[in-house]
């Protein structure tokens, strides 16, 4: 039985679903963290976009925005609920999350990648990433 979940949330459905299914399933100490991906990440635009306060300001809302929809779910279903924002690397930071924080299973959305590679289109980047390399059960919703 689980005893701290962790649900990465993106602000995608699949992610509201994700925490829905977290909050239903598991009776224990549920997190949600948010990953603000830096603006010279690769998983940005800041290839395309030059990176400014601005964005970084909107990027860092949108992250509060989605901790404060998340919160509001968990109260919805009488549930108590930690939250995260970090900055990095979603997958990587997801990782790191589980091995400092004593997380025992995550919850994740799932979503459709390139056409070339079935895993991550079945999965998602992050998700393929994060099953591929957790050392704790992952469940993805989808």
């Known amino acids: 039985m ?5 649900v990465p949330l993106d602000g995608s459905p699949l992610a509201d679903d994700a925490l829905a299914h977290a909050l239903d399933t598991f009776d224990c100490r549920v997190t949600v963290l948010n ?3 830096p603006l010279d990440g690769g998983m940005s635009e800041g290839g395309i976009l ?5 964005r970084e300001d909107a990027a ?5 925005n989605l901790i404060e929809r998340a919160r509001r779910q968990a109260e919805e279903a009488n549930r108590d609920l930690d939250t995260v924002v970090e900055t990095g690397d979603p997958a990587d930071t997801i990782l ?7 997380v025992d299973h995550v919850v994740m959305g799932g ?3 390139a056409k070339s590679d079935l895993a991550s289109r079945l999965l ?10 957790a050392p704790v059960t992952v469940t993805v919703v989808r």
């Open 124 to 133: 998602g980047t992050v998700a393929t990433v994060v099953v591929g390399e």
């Open 96 to 102: 790191a999350y589980v091995d400092d924080h004593d």
């Open 35 to 37: 990953v603000v991906t």
């Open 111 to 113: 979503h459709g990648g």
């Open 2 to 6: 689980a005893s701290h979940v962790l």
């Open 50 to 54: 030059d990176a400014d306060d601005e």
């Open 60 to 64: 860092r809302d949108r992250a509060e």
